[in-house]
């Protein structure tokens, strides 16, 4: 019941009706100021927004108040990015003015591992929880939620989704919002909660589950507060929505590296995996593979099975992917002779490999055989999915690249929207170059148009369909499993 | 005998004195000849340069010849970009003129499986055999030999390196001179040699070995045409450089497409690794793990064990990087006391991680501190290599990182410089963003200049060293049986 309540309860910090920020100066050169109000200014936030600075003065605008209390009227929510000892004494004021939830983007608590740290982040929850404000960190970068326009970090898409992410690492957060936004992905709210003194990975994960706003629930943990009560958080979470987790410090390094940077304390791996499996979580061990992995959820279709259909320009490129897909638990089904038969029509023999991977380095040249062919091998029945490669290593020039890619990514695009099967594209072996990462961005840009999900390697697309595929394998057998039991 | 003096015999295929392009076409608008014959106008190459079609005309002022024996004086090497039924009588010719070498972009031939196929490659090797040319290819693009001006590809770097790579696939190819001389690569001989028909593997591998201008040798292969011939080769080649293999088709659904792709058969994969390991032969699973393994041997000198220091910025990565050091192989030693009390002094607590990794996220801030930290952790016994990595992802706007990021650089790189450990740079966590790909560009660009390689992702670094680190183990221990054996 008291959960329940909690998770209600948790609605208002994403409804703020305005926001001071400490630790702004006047001084123009000093780069705090763009950082911590700058989102909200760029999202054109329609609250309340207030610098706070002993100095008082101006910044980009807006009055600059000495302190809390001048401010006129109600402040819902507070940024802190003051040094650590100056906590405390802030939080009083937060409690006097009757803040809602402060977000302590400061570190230097209780993640230092030293006792002034852990007395310093005590102190401050203690004064916090006395007075009925809520805490986010410290050591974080808190909330982005498009559609209240509350935003951490400059450039963030004013665009909402459905995916959520819970971040314990502040970088892992900016690197999920530019990465995952720059490969199509929008957010329902991505949250860096840092040390997690007050709010933590639980009360968020409890909320999420509930938010109609959220589809695919993801996270960087690097450790948790309350193991019994995330474990019931996951399971509740599982049930009915993906949850998909990086959990980072899975190794003695990495774990000793973690009690350091959040204070997280170590849980056995191999017992980690077991939960996971159990839940029906999917486990990831990259931001890259966390994002490739919340693409497939989002862009493709659930697969019949795992018999893929392999279409793409390189023979060296059609084997590469074959031994991939094989090597992520992808099969490559022979193509039967009435396949082959039809194939044969639409595609030139010479510089091109019948069968599958089908690789159509000649047939390129004729765009519309090449949709034919892709059309043939996808409309058979043995195959469940597709997946259409580019390399973009042969690229002659920057001109002869520009004046064809135009009508071959536009020929692998509608062949991937015709088709009906849950189709992945691959534009890999991009050296970097400029004009190279040009054609790339072309690529990107109307994937994310069309909706579909682009990966840069072949072993990366197989790995996140695998991945994706083995959660609907297992959703199956679950949902198998309780009908037997409820008949 | 017969070997060696094949060896010595194959250098006239780098130098020949003039070449002859069949395929061409008057037609500006056939990118053919931008693509077989703009390579030696854009090196410069300094022989005769002949476009071959029998309708005659100019090309980019070249005269076309009708015919091969039109051409006054000479043609050492031809390069054939015809159908494959026309090839066999392009060939009489060839032995008419007193080619040397034939070069044939031509597919359409053994690798598709039919008879026909077969058939036209048994009898161009025929006559070619039979009048003395030998022939590079099918299903190839040959040679690109920048200290010669043979160059396979448009805007390749016409400076000369010490690696080599042999390619069965011509995407692979075009690839690894692209993608690797973004990098930093530089090549002695690349060769694309598709089906192997006459000059094979073995052939070039025998060259390479005495050829005093490669110093790393690499390929990519997808089967062999003789293998105790091959086994020969690669281990006199083992013993004496660095051999990076890439054996593609290493799966079923891969080896069947090999099979497509250039007619190789399969080797058991297991017996191949086998068989790598009692060579000293480094093996790879993709182009871009190549590329990556080819810059430690290149930029790092073998550390003297597998302790790493790593320091950058984000808690978050530095859990990360943690782990996957240690997953790959690597250890990161806890830091003694007596390092820490020094590391103490030159890095704030807050925000930063003491320790190993050492997270710097504020010491950045003052990047004459920075430098400090690294040396104080470079310079501990206990430190046999250090990864300084960066994460892009915090960056808050163009403005703000350009400003900001020349400083960081530089400091890393002088850093890397001057610490007397073997060190390699990761930039990680790049959004694919055209702001972001500046940054990176201008990181790639220092990092070659000064001779340092850079990894995009911590998990790709921390592999490729752990194959170098690996490689120089294995020397080290043959070394000593030698000797004791000697002795």
Known sequence: MSTKADVKGLEYIFHPR??????????????????????????????????????????????????????????????????????????????????KVATLFSAGFSELGTEEGKRLEAETIEIAKRGGVRIIGPNCFGIYCPKTKLGAGLGFPEESGNVCFLSQ??????????????????????????????????????????????????????GVKDGQRFLKALKAAAEVKPVIVYKG??????AKTAASHTGSLAVGDAILDAIFKQLGVVRVYSMDELIDVILSFLYMSPPKGRNVGVVGTGGGASVQIADECERMGLHVPKLPPEVMKKLSK??????????????????????????????????????????????????????????????????YLSCAQECEKPTAIVLHSVASTAEAWEVVGEW?????????????????????????????????KRNAFEDKNSS
Chains 1, 2 share one sequence.
């Open 249 to 254: 410090g899975y190794t003695e390094a990495g």
């Open 18 to 99: 305005s926001i001071a920020f400490l630790g702004v100066s006047s001084n123009p050169a000093n780069p705090i100021g763009e950082t911590l109000i700058g989102p909200y200014l760029e999202h054109e936030f329609d609250g309340g927004l207030y610098p706070i600075n002993p100095k008082g003065g101006e910044w980009r605008g807006l009055k600059i108040y000495p302190s809390l209390k001048e401010i006129p009227g109600p402040v819902d929510s507070v940024i802190i990015f003051l040094g650590a000892p100056t906590v405390p004494k802030v939080m009083e004021e937060c409690v006097e003015k009757g803040v």
């Open 346 to 411: 639409t595609a030139p023999e010479a510089g091109s490999i019948l069968g599958n991977p089908f690789d159509s380095s000649m047939a390129l040249f004729d765009v519309s055989k090449f949709a034919e062919s892709i059309k043939v091998i996808a409309s058979w029945e043995g195959i469940d999915l597709m997946i259409l490669h580019r390399g973009l290593s042969v690229m002659s020039n920057q001109g002869l690249t520009m004046r064809t890619e135009e009508s071959r990514r536009e020929t």
């Open 444 to 476: 990107q840009r109307r994937c994310n148009e069309v909706k579909l999900p682009l990966y840069p390697s072949l072993d990366r697309a197989a790995n996140a369909i695998n991945k994706f595929i083995g959660y609907h394998e297992e959703r199956m």
């Open 169 to 222: 690492s502040g970088a892992s957060f900016f690197y999920m919002v530019r990465a995952g936004a720059s490969r199509g992905i929008r957010f329902s709210k991505v949250i860096s909660y840092g040390n997690a003194s007050d709010l933590n990975e639980s009360d968020f994960l409890e909320y999420l589950t509930q938010d109609s706003d959220t589809e695919i629930i993801t996270a960087y943990l690097e």
